[in-house]
């Protein structure tokens, strides 16, 4: 597991913790819920999953925790403004661990899937 994953799944817990909700989840597909696929199989259809891009991400703690400041990603965009420094308190000790330091560089790869349904053929 990577830093990244490693503090965006303890970012989501910091943020469920703190405001009671949880934090959105792109790895929490709505597409793979058995609700879907008995729906789409209903339909004759069919669900498939393709990788559009693929990019190496280099990364740091001090970044990371930098997005969160800006609310650059999604999960961050409903939490409450008055909740929002106690967030980045608790992410900012979390992220420092996972990566090893403030300006320790991580390097992973990136992904951009879409999931595309249609009728069978």
């Known amino acids: 597991v990577h830093p990244e994953q490693r503090a965006t799944e303890r970012l989501n817990e910091i943020i469920l913790e703190v405001t009671g909700r949880p934090g959105l989840s792109h790895s929490q597909r709505i597409n793979t819920t058995p609700a879907l696929a008995d729906a789409l199989h209903g339909l004759d259809m069919v669900l498939e999953t393709r990788d559009i891009a693929h990019w190496t991400d280099l990364n740091t703690a001090r970044q990371e925790i930098a997005r969160l400041e800006r609310r650059v990603?999604?999960?961050?965009?409903?939490?409450?403004?008055?909740?929002?420094?106690?967030?980045v308190r608790r992410f900012t000790a979390v992220a420092i661990e996972v990566f090893g330091g403030l300006d320790t560089e991580s390097r992973a790869t990136a992904y951009f899937t879409v999931d595309i349904a249609h009728f069978r053929p």
């Open 73 to 87: 990603n999604s999960n961050t965009w409903t939490i409450p403004d008055h909740q929002m420094p106690e967030i």
